[in-house]
């Protein structure tokens, strides 16, 4: 259906390529949460995997910062519309993170990331794998801030960002696909933007 | 917690029809709307706007309801902000008997209904009293008995959306306290406060609450929201009775607010 009168503000093809449906450019980097901003400093943060409920290996923010780190330069999509272009992360990719943990194979097919501030969100293992996810703990070459989910945050930039769980403190491996906090609250269980799967049925 | 789409359903684009335009402050304006098919909504959520231009392109925001589920109607409340792509079209375009797409409701979280029970802090500033406003109106139709304390920050009196009403409802609904405080004027009279929100306010707030409440609501910009959470945790409110709802985007471009997180 064409809006009466709407004609709206175009941006360059070559960024329009670049833009998901229904997202626009955003040159800031908004905030949003559910909920106030935990403050965790990195001496008490440590970050843990687990299969099932069974913890496999467990780092402190010292010894996070000795495994293997890697830059990522990617567009990020956030499912309330806004996109940015060529944010740089850098950190210890889920593939890293398995070998350093003693894993040459994914336990399971799904993985719940959990958070310090019990938020938690769900990605198929196969998201993670092959360079395309991280746990950053450095964006633009400073340490993430708290309000952006510093110490660290989960990094899937192709899924819309509510996946990157900010203030992360573990990932589970787990059987089955469980839904996160916004999966459980009528988001959708995959949320890739290319498709628009903002909600559960898009 | 509430399922926003029915089990195996979607969550249908509609065409609703505006059926009137209010103006609520000098750059907020308010949008009747009637949607075809609205199952109700819990107040708190917001409804996703798509306008397509005559090429196809389309832009969509988010904007949230400030009227009461119990209205036949959907009140969708918007602020002018002259660099955004959609709100002046809302502002200079958009006349009643037009007709917009929407979908909705959206957001399971930063939501109140009479089960979830009192007392209730709600904590506004700037045009993030919308939602707020809808909860507010929400308990005066099912729960008048939970006490509910609403403290809005707005930058000038004029700026105050909805400020008659509810300064009205402050009056003669028993358990409604109203703060309403002004940042950018000085001086200004009672019943208007002066001043950001601080601790002593949030002090003298929590006192007339009986300690600290069931539930807060906090909605506004990053800034404001971090200031409010962090006087509340700093009183002792547990941090998981506090549900926050920032806007998305900068402001000075989209007006939209959104929901959802990180």
């Given at each position: 259906?064409?809006?009466?009168?709407?004609?709206?503000?175009?941006?360059?093809?070559?960024?329009?390529?670049?833009?998901?449906?229904?997202?626009?450019?955003?040159?800031?980097?908004?905030?949003?949460?559910?909920?106030?901003?935990?403050?965790?400093?990195?001496?008490?943060?440590?970050?843990?995997?687990?299969?099932?409920?069974?913890?496999?290996?467990?780092?402190?923010?010292?010894?996070?910062?000795?495994?293997?780190?890697?830059?990522?330069?990617?567009?990020?999509?956030?499912?309330?519309?806004?996109?940015?272009?060529?944010?740089?992360?850098?950190?210890?990719?889920?593939?890293?993170?398995?070998?350093?943990?003693?894993?040459?194979?994914?336990?399971?097919?799904?993985?719940?990331?959990?958070?310090?501030?019990?938020?938690?969100?769900?990605?198929?293992?196969?998201?993670?794998?092959?360079?395309?996810?991280?746990?950053?703990?450095?964006?633009?070459?400073?340490?993430?801030?708290?309000?952006?989910?510093?110490?660290?945050?989960?990094?899937?930039?192709?899924?819309?960002?509510?996946?990157?769980?900010?203030?992360?403190?573990?990932?589970?491996?787990?059987?089955?696909?469980?839904?996160?906090?916004?999966?459980?609250?009528?988001?959708?269980?995959?949320?890739?933007?290319?498709?628009?799967?903002?909600?559960?049925?898009? | 917690?509430?399922?926003?789409?029915?089990?195996?359903?979607?969550?249908?684009?509609?065409?609703?029809?505006?059926?009137?335009?209010?103006?609520?402050?000098?750059?907020?304006?308010?949008?009747?709307?009637?949607?075809?098919?609205?199952?109700?909504?819990?107040?708190?959520?917001?409804?996703?706007?798509?306008?397509?231009?005559?090429?196809?392109?389309?832009?969509?925001?988010?904007?949230?309801?400030?009227?009461?589920?119990?209205?036949?109607?959907?009140?969708?409340?918007?602020?002018?902000?002259?660099?955004?792509?959609?709100?002046?079209?809302?502002?200079?375009?958009?006349?009643?008997?037009?007709?917009?797409?929407?979908?909705?409701?959206?957001?399971?979280?930063?939501?109140?209904?009479?089960?979830?029970?009192?007392p209730?802090l709600l904590v506004g500033g700037?045009?993030?009293?919308?939602?707020?406003?809808?909860?507010?109106?929400?308990?005066?139709?099912?729960?008048?008995?939970?006490?509910?304390t609403l403290i809005y920050s707005a930058?000038?009196?004029?700026?105050?959306?909805?400020?008659?009403?509810?300064?009205?409802?402050?009056?003669?609904?028993?358990?409604?306290t109203l703060i309403l405080t002004i940042t950018r004027?000085d001086p200004v009279q009672a019943p208007f406060r002066m001043g950001r929100i601080g601790a002593e306010l949030v002090e003298e707030v929590l006192e007339g609450l009986g300690g600290a409440p069931?539930?807060s609501?906090v909605?506004g910009?990053?800034a404001f929201v971090d200031t409010a959470t962090r006087l509340l945790l700093d009183m002792d409110v547990?941090?998981?009775?506090i549900?926050?709802?920032?806007?998305?985007?900068?402001?000075?471009?989209?007006?939209?607010?959104?929901?959802?997180?990180?």
């Amino acid at each position: 259906m064409v809006t009466r009168g709407f004609f709206g503000r175009r941006v360059s093809d070559e960024e329009a390529k670049r833009l998901p449906p229904g997202q626009y450019l955003e040159k800031g980097f908004p905030v949003l949460s559910a909920g106030p901003t935990p403050i965790v400093k990195p001496e008490n943060w440590s970050f843990t995997i687990k299969i099932g409920p069974r913890p496999v290996k467990s780092w402190s923010f010292e010894e996070f910062g000795a495994l293997p780190q890697t830059e990522l330069k990617r567009d990020i999509h956030c499912v309330t519309k806004w996109s940015k272009f060529d944010t740089e992360w850098r950190g210890v990719l889920f593939d890293d993170l398995m070998k350093a943990a003693g894993l040459d194979e994914p336990p399971t097919p799904y993985v719940l990331a959990h958070s310090y501030d019990d938020y938690t969100t769900n990605v198929p293992v196969a998201d993670l794998i092959d360079g395309k996810a991280m746990v950053a703990t450095h964006f633009a070459g400073y340490p993430i801030t708290s309000d952006h989910g510093g110490p660290a945050r989960l990094l899937v930039p192709h899924l819309y960002f509510w996946k990157s769980a900010k203030w992360v403190n573990g990932l589970q491996f787990t059987e089955r696909d469980e839904a996160g906090f916004w999966e459980l609250r009528g988001y959708h269980i995959y949320g890739d933007p290319w498709r628009e799967q903002r909600f559960a049925g898009d | 917690m509430e399922q926003i789409v029915p089990p195996g359903g979607r969550l249908a684009w509609q065409e609703a029809t505006v059926t009137a335009i209010a103006p609520l402050t000098p750059r907020v304006k308010g949008f009747m709307l009637k949607a075809p098919v609205w199952r109700g909504f819990r107040a708190g959520q917001h409804v996703d706007v798509r306008l397509t231009a005559p090429d196809g392109y389309q832009a969509e925001r988010s904007y949230s309801i400030g009227s009461a589920p119990e209205s036949p109607e959907i009140e969708l409340v918007v602020e002018r902000l002259d660099e955004g792509e959609v709100s002046p079209f809302f502002h200079e375009v958009v006349e009643p008997g037009d007709t917009i797409e929407i979908r909705g409701p959206i957001g399971g979280h930063f939501t109140w209904g009479q089960r979830d029970g009192g007392p209730v802090l709600l904590v506004g500033g700037g045009s993030g009293v919308v939602p707020l406003v809808s909860m507010l109106r929400h308990r005066a139709h099912v729960a008048p008995e939970v006490p509910m304390t609403l403290i809005y920050s707005a930058r000038t009196r004029d700026e105050v959306i909805f400020g008659d009403e509810l300064m009205m409802r402050a009056e003669s609904e028993p358990n409604l306290t109203l703060i309403l405080t002004i940042t950018r004027e000085d001086p200004v009279q009672a019943p208007f406060r002066m001043g950001r929100i601080g601790a002593e306010l949030v002090e003298e707030v929590l006192e007339g609450l009986g300690g600290a409440p069931k539930l807060s609501f906090v909605c506004g910009s990053t800034a404001f929201v971090d200031t409010a959470t962090r006087l509340l945790l700093d009183m002792d409110v547990p941090f998981p009775s506090i549900k926050t709802e920032r806007y998305g985007g900068d402001p000075a471009r989209t007006g939209a607010i959104g929901q959802p997180g990180p």
